[in-house]
């Protein structure tokens, strides 16, 4: 009873908001609507059918598969319609005139062997990697040999029917082109530039969501990592749309060869504008977001930093992630806005607070793996050095790093503070609780065989070391995306060159 | 003069390579040939052409539309063939004989705006999401409506034309499904378990490649990150296959819903055959792919850890890292012989070897931590403190560790243990050279500046530090990409159990 429910009233209000999205996407069934409209009054007027005969209808097909999203495509399928016909028509013809000219019982077989060579020269080529993108030129060239060759054999001479259907696929292109152009032209340049201002925006949304979860996270809430929904973190949106930004370098190729095409138009009024250089900034963008995805994994891994620890850098964390995703916003502006301006004030910003960052892990990754390490009473090497004296020789430290990174116009560093007091039961306490989790299948295998030296060092504390680095490992790839945004602001600044981006005054 | 050289003899020699690398491409070629041959036949013999008549032609089309790669392919084109050609036709005709029974001027309006009305609408479902896989579907319902309905305009009753129509791509469907199913059948699902295996193999290739770039890399020919090489490593085969193995899904999982179509065949004689627990498991690979991606990040950093410091580890890195191969390769064997085995005792190993992994770093972490900030000079606080004190607590533990870590049977551990003498000032001399190379374009700038507390702990310390934690970075990831194989290993026992795999004896 829930499904007739949700049959029909859901799927309709999905696909109102699919329209309601991009309104272009309506646009476009309405004009390809028109297209073969128009096409088909070639043939519906009886002016137009007298002078053009029934061979017209090639031109509908020509519409059906000529018509594309873009104006940039469509050019490019007209390309390959243009091409592949022309190609078997020539082809066609010369053979035709060949099998012809044998006459009898020759002309069939040549005819058939032809096809057969034609078949298996255009399958295989159009397999080729590079020829992949042409895979629909191969085909036409295949049909339309094969049409145009046994029309002409059993219709008369070959030439006449290609002729017949070449003028006709030019007035489908034609249309279909003119239609495209000159109605509400959706351009594939206009795509492309907002495609790539959306990834950069998409790449700093999924940084600072994924920043946010790991800071906030308790482990309470901590999701099981399961086997079917592994791919899907349906709280996760900009986790979501970052991965389709990895995903996207076919898009943005297809678009640049699309806008290739194109004429200037709108906002892009140069000739030869550079839409090569847009597919380059985004595969640079998509070399930061590898770091955002491999920040996502320790977000979700199993071996967790615990919480009390990670909540300790929360603020060098916090701002070297908003500095970080405040350049990225504003590269994506810049490039929406066609703008050129300075970002070294940016620049040095995020790189003074990745270094700040740095820092306060420096300190706090001695004093911790050492903490780790003196307090834990369980630690069989440890007691046989003087813990008092390595305690001495942590406090002075413990003062001067609350010296240093106690501003006091930090209202919310009070918190922090009595947290880290309880500290080491907490950890203690969370890690324990935690560990069982990894390994989950051999856990008891383990307990009984004893293994490697295991009197050496405790494995509950390499373990715990381990969660200890994994909030290590979240910071190096934090630094490591900063580091790479250097080549970003590069690269966004070659885009601005090449494509006279307007400066703007300072 | 370079170019003509290049021109014909490489193309040649390329184009014989792809064919040999997988014959069964030449063989899909040849099928097509025969195939377009076996159709035209139809209408170069005088016998069938005169029973069939011209409309014959449209069989070709199908055949040149329908023929596809692997057998479930061309049963999936013929099936969205067949729908649209029959919900067309169904279409076409209602309306045809609609409009033929209006008569007079209402008859071209009525086509006219139906063309106008089935244009818009297949233009707007096939953009939709869940509908995109049968765009292809769309087009055809489109451009048959329009013919049938324009034909039967013209040349009289649309039923007659779409009947004609229709057992001509029937015949023609015929045709491309016998000799792709009776001739050399390719398989997708033959492919699809290929695949599969394949991506093991090159997941376990890509981590084994990586941990010895790692492990070789000594710095001198660290190749400049570029911006416009960024996403090609020449050197590096497995991680190409790799990153291909990442972009694989679509290719899975339209090789798994052309499985669905196929008849049981070769090895795979089980009726619904679990074709969607390959694409399952192979989002499990792609899983731990990502850390083998994350870790090649490392390897390219910009910021690494010094080459004598990653040498400390080496027999633990590649103890882990070839055990976590072996059981990657085991388990693609096992799918690939459709074999079922119990993986306890290599599960076992990695594990074990990890926590090994995990031991030593836990140690040395502490150790290098402290080494780095004890015997640095240019320590600002630590001069505060008694450094010989810091000593007499660092050297036991230096001891201790040599003594667990330098068992007698490790004959290339003097090499280690000699350069580890020297350790201190390489370290220094490389960071030293290295620290400039990031931020590469504002150090100047900082320099100038002064900034945050900088007399509080030196920014080359705190850059020092995140080097060494490079080294922890990696580690922590490819003990997370251990975690990972359990799940790995789960699911290809879920797969073995559904698939019905023959159990191994032990």
């Known amino acids: 009873s829930s499904k007739p429910s949700f049959s029909c009233k859901e799927w309709i209000l999905g696909v ?8 272009n996407r309506v646009l476009y069934s309405l004009k390809m609507g028109f297209a073969v409209l128009l096409v088909s009054l070639l043939i519906l007027c009886q002016a137009p059918y007298q002078v053009f005969g029934i061979n017209i209808v090639w031109a509908i097909l020509t519409v059906a598969i000529m018509f594309e999203y873009t104006v940039g495509a469509t050019f490019g399928r007209g390309f390959n319609r243009a091409f592949g016909t022309l190609a078997a028509a020539i082809l066609a013809i010369a053979i035709g ?30 397999l080729l990697p590079s020829f992949v993108p042409y895979e629909s030129g191969f085909r036409i060239i295949l049909f339309t040999y094969c049409l145009i060759i046994v029309f002409g054999y059993r219709m008369g001479s070959p030439f006449r029917t290609a002729m017949d259907r070449l003028y006709s ?18 351009w594939a340049g206009e795509q492309l530039h907002k495609e790539l201002v959306n990834n950069f925006n998409s790449v700093a949304d999924a940084l600072e969501e994924c920043v946010k979860k790991y800071l906030e996270d308790d482990g309470s809430e901590h999701p099981e990592f399961s086997n079917t929904v592994m791919d899907e973190f349906p709280d996760e949106p900009a986790y979501k749309k970052c991965r389709s930004t990895l995903n996207s370098s076919a898009k943005l190729e297809s678009l640049g060869n699309s806008a290739k095409w194109e004429p200037p138009h709108g906002r892009f009024q140069q000739f030869f504008y550079p839409w090569l250089e847009y597919v380059k900034v985004g595969a640079v963008l998509r070399y930061c977001a590898y770091e955002v995805m491999a920040l996502h994994g320790i977000l979700h891994s199993e071996i967790q930093a615990p919480y ?10 916090q701002e070297a992630t908003s500095d970080a995703t405040e350049l990225i916003r504003y590269l994506g502006k810049d490039i929406c806005n066609m703008r050129r301006s300075l970002k070294t004030s940016l620049l040095k910003r995020v790189h003074s607070s990745t270094e700040r960052l740095q820092r306060a892990i420096k300190v706090h990754s001695y004093l911790l793996t050492s903490a780790n390490e003196l307090h834990d009473n369980s630690s069989h090497t440890i007691s046989s050095t003087s813990p008092d004296l390595s305690n001495q020789l942590v406090e002075p430290y413990n003062k001067c790093i609350e010296q240093s990174y106690n501003p006091p116009s930090q209202p919310n560093y ?7 007091g309880s500290y080491h039961e907490m950890m203690r306490k969370q890690s324990r609780s935690r560990l069982y989790s990894w390994p989950s299948r051999e856990v008891e295998a383990f307990e009984n065989e004893g293994g490697f030296s295991s009197n050496f060092i405790p494995r509950m504390q390499a373990l715990q070391s381990t969660a200890t680095l994994s909030l290590a490992t979240f910071t190096s790839l934090l630094v490591e995306f900063v580091a790479r945004l250097d080549r970003l602001v590069e690269a966004v600044e070659n885009l601005s060159k090449v494509a006279k981006f307007k400066q703007e005054a300072l």
Do not use: C, Y
Not at 308 to 317: D, S
Not at 414 to 420: D, F, I, Y
């Open 16 to 23: 109102w908001k699919f329209a309601k999205e991009d309104i």
């Open 97 to 126: 005139e060949l099998a012809l000219s044998t006459g009898g019982i020759a002309e069939p077989i040549i005819i058939g062997v032809s096809i057969f060579i034609i078949g298996f020269v255009t399958s295989f080529i159009k």
């Open 169 to 186: 696929i030019a007035i489908g292109g034609l249309i279909a082109l003119t239609v495209n152009l000159f109605i509400f032209p959706i």
């Open 308 to 317: 009390n620890l990670r909540i300790t850098f929360q603020k060098e964390i």
């Open 414 to 420: 009070g918190t922090t503070e009595l947290q880290r």
